[in-house]
């Protein structure tokens, strides 16, 4: 099974809508970072959380760590085409060398 | 500032032949990490290097090597390719290896396909 699971696997919005991804492990996380992607391309830094039940935020985007730090959420307001793409989750997991990834969210804004 | 670069961008590759993937970090930076990701799926951990030491290893067949300079810069060479090797190669650098201050930042990455 997925260690990471983020869902949904795919999401359509209206642009100006707000929605939210999420981000859930089984394990304890010592780090949860998102990264967005363009298809094909690499992967562009948001955000970071280390701490149960941070939050952070950059410009319409926040995303949040839950106390258990084992979910994490990220939430876009009033959505809009430049927000298109791919969101991936990775974190620090126990045991673990590296970063561990989600499959990804794929982001579609419709005009 | 050059973000991380990645060369070549694109490579098509014969099964059973070798391939050389290089990446130069961000100015800085001393820890460099390589990633696989296949069509569909999350980038997967192949190998971390700092200071021109491995300092870890993902679940990857010996057929993957890397190593790192002098200059920070690294090399993933694979091997005996196959066309599950079919993927994009990511490299990512950081300022240490695993602080919780040093997020990796990425390269865009080198398209190989195996034919």
């Known amino acids: 099974s997925q260690e990471l699971e983020q869902s949904p696997q795919s999401l359509i919005v209206q642009e100006g809508k707000n929605l939210t991804i999420n981000c859930t492990s089984s394990k304890t996380l010592y780090g949860l970072y998102w990264y967005k992607q363009k298809y094909g391309e690499g992967l562009i830094f948001l955000m970071m959380?280390?701490?149960?039940?941070e939050e952070k935020s950059h410009e319409k985007i926040t995303a949040k760590l839950d106390e258990k730090k084992q979910q994490s959420s990220l939430h876009i307001t009033a959505s809009q085409p430049s927000h298109a793409g791919i969101y991936l989750c990775?974190?620090?997991?126990?045991?673990?060398?590296?970063?561990?990834f989600g499959k990804g969210t794929h982001l579609i804004i419709q005009p | 500032d050059a973000g991380v670069t990645q060369s070549p961008t694109h490579l098509i590759k014969t099964r059973g032949q070798h391939v050389t993937l290089r990446c130069s970090p961000i100015?800085?930076?001393?820890?460099v990490s390589w990633y696989q990701q296949v069509l569909g799926q999350g980038p997967q951990f192949i190998f971390q290097?700092?200071?021109?030491?491995?300092?870890g290893r993902g679940n990857f067949p010996d057929r993957f090597s890397a190593r790192q300079f002098p200059n920070y810069s690294s090399e993933l060479n694979v091997n005996a390719l196959l066309l599950g090797d079919s993927a994009l190669y990511l490299c990512a650098s950081s300022l240490v290896v695993r602080s919780y201050n040093s997020p990796l930042h990425f390269g865009n990455g080198t398209r190989l396909t195996v034919t």
């Open positions: 100015s800085g930076h001393k820890s």
């Open positions: 290097y700092y200071e021109k030491e491995e300092r």
């Open positions: 990775g974190a620090d997991l126990p045991g673990a060398d590296g970063l561990t």
């Open positions: 959380l280390q701490k149960g039940g």
